[in-house]
């Protein structure tokens, strides 16, 4: 598999050391540095783009043209999926996006969802979500942190929305609240509170690992499907 990088820091060069251990090749490395090299990719069965928030949408739109498969890891960008979805069609491309790679915090995904219908008959228990990443994570919730919010307001109907302050008694705000300290891969927990005790469910990242691995497991994945967009519940086959 021939695999060009678009973005490369820490995910970048892991995903290039696991692409050469598996007999993959690195065809592109694009970097803010020669980024007006996009448009020469070529040769490339699928590209991983791991960028910024604010560089995602332009990326996308310039790399759309090329007709490769893409995948990308980069959060923050979803309030413009709808625009994702019109450069998809029109340049007829298989797209991959996920708030998180790792297979483990689908599972706990799936387990939030079923805990969250559960909790909503006790509501005595108040819920939060703490997000735990390191200091060069520009966005805040996380995009992980956003899908646990929304799939327990999903299933809690105590909840309509998440905010990113405590909650007040008869809200209907989930608290989402984010932390960021040096050289941690990501951790999330989501806790239900009442007077007397604390139910809780964490899944946390020891390494970059389980993202890196993810996200070739996606581009192995999306290179062969039909264009359209396609995220972890394709992968692993599962509605979460």
Same mark, same amino acid.
């Given at each position: ?26 065809? &592109? ?7 007006? @090299?996009?448009?020469? !990719? ?13 560089? +995602? ?17 980069? /959060? ?11 450069? *998809?069609?029109?340049?007829? !491309? ?8 790792? *297979?483990?915090? &689908?599972?706990?995904?799936? *387990?939030?969802?079923?805990?969250? +219908? ?16 390191? %200091? ?10 956003? %899908? ?22 008869? @809200? ?6 984010? &932390?960021?300290?040096?050289? !941690?891969?990501? /951790? ?53």
């Amino acid at each position: 598999m021939r695999i060009a990088l678009v973005g490369y820091g820490k995910m970048g060069k892991r995903i290039e050391t696991l692409a050469s251990e598996n007999g993959d090749e690195i065809s &592109h490395r694009i970097t803010t540095s020669n980024m007006a @090299e996009i448009s020469t !990719i070529r040769n490339t069965d699928v590209i991983i783009e791991f960028t910024r928030p604010d560089a +995602a949408i332009a990326n996308y739109k310039m790399l759309a043209p090329l007709g490769i498969p893409i995948v990308t890891g980069t /959060t923050g960008w979803n309030k413009d999926l709808t625009e994702v979805e019109k450069l *998809v069609e029109k340049y007829k !491309i298989p797209f991959f996006y996920a708030s998180n790679f790792s *297979v483990g915090i &689908h599972i706990t995904l799936a *387990v939030n969802n079923y805990l969250a +219908a559960m909790m909503k008959k006790f509501p005595d228990y108040d819920a939060r979500i703490e997000e735990w990443h390191h %200091t060069e994570k520009k966005d805040a919730p996380s995009g992980t942190a956003i %899908t646990l919010a929304e799939g327990l307001i999903k299933n809690h109907t105590d909840y309509a929305e998440y905010g990113m302050t405590a909650r007040n008694a008869g @809200e209907k705000t989930l608290p989402v609240i984010s &932390h960021r300290e040096d050289e !941690i891969p990501g /951790t999330h927990e989501i806790i239900y509170q009442s007077d007397v005790d604390e139910i809780s469910i964490k899944h946390t990242a020891l390494n970059r690992d389980g993202f890196a691995l993810g996200a070739m497991k996606a581009a192995d994945f999306v290179r062969n499907q039909k264009p359209g967009i396609y995220t972890m519940n394709h992968l692993l086959n599962t509605s979460l």
